[in-house]
């Protein structure tokens, strides 16, 4: 099987890109890891983790694509969604929105299936995740149950940024004045 991993960051992706490089996902011939985040914003957080996510594959000789960041087009896709609470629909259509996609670069590139590690963040539901997977993409989408210990232990050694929301506007933290809060982070030690 030639697999997509969709991935959000690279503290996330990190677990099962190494399990998928050294082989130990059954069935998968091929993978590549694919970048497709216009969620995230602002677009210097878009900057910051996709410089994660390339240095990370970079280290380990894993092949990536980046999909073109065009927020707007996500913003639509999300329209009148913007008040949902995290986990609601606003997170299943943005799901939906990035699988769609992958369907579309999967079956342009010759890849088979698709999966993801949008679930392995704790702002994230696994279930939804898969949800919204198999509603876009049907049997084409392959959930995986990525090794926690395996995420935990390189994210304990690694120095990768790391941010405190999942990449909207709309799940920043917001302050007791109810204006978006942007905080800056830092990497772990």
Same mark, same amino acid.
């Given at each position: 099987? !030639?697999?997509?991993?969709?991935?959000?960051?690279?503290?996330?992706?990190?677990? &099962?890109? #190494?399990?998928?490089?050294?082989?130990?996902?059954?069935? *998968?011939?091929?993978?590549?890891?694919?970048?497709?985040?216009?969620?995230?914003?602002?677009? &210097?957080?878009? @900057?910051?983790?996709? +410089?994660?996510?390339? !240095?990370?594959? @970079? +280290?380990?000789? *894993? #092949?990536?694509?980046?999909?073109?960041?065009?927020?707007?087009?996500?913003?639509?896709?999300?329209?009148?969604?913007? @008040?949902?609470?995290?986990?609601?629909?606003?997170?299943? &259509?943005?799901?939906?929105?990035?699988?769609?996609?992958?369907?579309?670069?999967?079956?342009?590139?010759?890849?088979?299936?698709?999966?993801?590690?949008?679930?392995?963040?704790?702002? !994230?539901?696994?279930?939804? *995740? @898969?949800?919204?997977?198999? &509603?876009?993409?049907?049997?084409?989408?392959?959930? *995986? !149950?990525?090794?926690?210990?395996?995420?935990?232990?390189?994210?304990?050694?690694?120095?990768?940024?790391?941010?405190?929301?999942?990449?909207?506007?709309?799940?920043?933290?917001?302050?007791?004045?109810?204006?978006? #809060?942007?905080?800056?982070?830092?990497?772990?030690?």
């Amino acid at each position: 099987m !030639k697999l997509v991993l969709m991935s959000c960051c690279a503290p996330c992706s990190a677990g &099962a890109i #190494k399990q998928l490089a050294d082989g130990q996902i059954p069935g *998968v011939d091929n993978f590549i890891v694919l970048f497709f985040n216009p969620n995230i914003f602002p677009a &210097a957080e878009y @900057d910051k983790r996709l +410089a994660e996510q390339i !240095k990370y594959c @970079d +280290a380990l000789g *894993v #092949k990536y694509a980046v999909g073109e960041y065009d927020h707007n087009a996500w913003r639509d896709a999300v329209r009148g969604l913007e @008040d949902a609470p995290e986990r609601g629909r606003r997170c299943s &259509a943005c799901f939906k929105f990035r699988f769609d996609y992958a369907r579309q670069w999967a079956a342009e590139h010759g890849y088979d299936a698709v999966t993801s590690v949008f679930g392995v963040s704790r702002h !994230k539901s696994q279930s939804q *995740v @898969d949800d919204a997977g198999v &509603a876009a993409l049907g049997e084409q989408y392959i959930p *995986v !149950k990525w090794d926690e210990n395996l995420r935990q232990q390189i994210g304990r050694e690694s120095q990768f940024y790391r941010q405190n929301y999942c990449g909207c506007e709309f799940s920043i933290r917001k302050t007791g004045d109810n204006k978006a #809060k942007f905080t800056t982070a830092v990497p772990v030690r």
